[in-house]
């Protein structure tokens, strides 16, 4: 596609309930990246996709949270049993991850809200 | 570990006004340097990156950047702002070796008076 697609951009889910997060990355593109953005905090990163690489998982806050990358594209980040401080916005970017100096593309974003 | 530094959470400039925002950075060699724009409810979008050569470095809509490696800095400028400017802007680092994940600053909140 043009960009990095997300979806829903919108998310009102109960506490407690389990969440799945939807990314189109770039077509071609190897890299896959999600980070959370939180009011004031900036951007945190939560887990990096390269090829058919084992993924980097060392961002993810707890066991609560996952994501997978199917067909080395379309990727899911799933929040089982949301808290109320899981709400935030989750971005995703990918990028051609074929050396250091390529730049992430995002997408819009999804807004998360637990109530 | 590599991490980036944005001191300023938010800055008002009157519009005409020259900005400059600040960033300070920490990695251990060459950093790969990023400015990234976030306009209420979008996505980041790439201003300008430095990589190696010219440290003064040209991005899209007339904003500008110096990479100052003795003061581990990459402060972005723009002589005249627009009103249309007022966004968010991320500063980032890029990957390091063994690493490819890029590391953003908390972000700088631009407001514009008119």
């Known amino acids: 596609g043009a960009g990095v697609s997300q979806s829903p951009s919108n998310k009102v889910t109960e506490k407690g309930k389990d969440v799945e997060l939807r990314c189109d990355p770039i077509?071609?593109?190897?890299?896959l990246y999600w980070y959370r953005q939180s009011l004031g905090q900036g951007l945190e990163f939560l887990i990096y996709?390269?090829?058919?690489?084992?993924?980097?998982k060392s961002g993810l806050p707890s066991d609560r949270f996952s994501a997978e990358r199917t067909g080395g594209s379309v990727s899911t980040l799933t929040i089982q049993r949301t808290q109320q401080e899981d709400s935030a916005v989750y971005l995703c970017?990918?990028?051609?991850?074929?050396?250091?100096?390529?730049?992430?593309?995002f997408g819009q974003g999804t807004r998360l809200t637990v109530v | 570990a590599q991490s980036v530094t944005q001191p300023d959470i938010h800055i008002t400039v009157s519009e005409g006004a020259s900005l400059e925002l600040r960033c300070n950075y920490s990695?251990?060699?060459?950093?790969?340097l990023f400015w990234y724009v976030q306009s209420p409810g979008q996505g980041l979008q790439l201003l300008l990156k430095?990589?190696?050569?010219?440290?003064l470095v040209q991005g899209i809509k007339g904003f500008e950047a110096e990479f100052k490696r003795s003061q581990s800095s990459f402060n972005l400028r723009k002589p005249s702002v627009h009103w249309s400017d007022a966004a968010e802007y991320f500063c980032?680092?890029?990957?390091?070796?063994?690493?490819?994940?890029?590391?953003f600053g908390r972000g700088t909140s631009l407001i514009v008076h008119p």
């Open positions: 970017a990918s990028s051609r991850g074929t050396g250091l100096d390529t730049e992430a593309f």
């Open positions: 077509s071609g593109h190897t890299a």
């Open positions: 996709f390269q090829g058919n690489s084992a993924p980097d």
């Open positions: 990695y251990g060699a060459t950093p790969y």
């Open positions: 430095y990589f190696s050569g010219d440290t």
């Open positions: 980032a680092v890029g990957p390091s070796g063994g690493s490819y994940i890029p590391t």
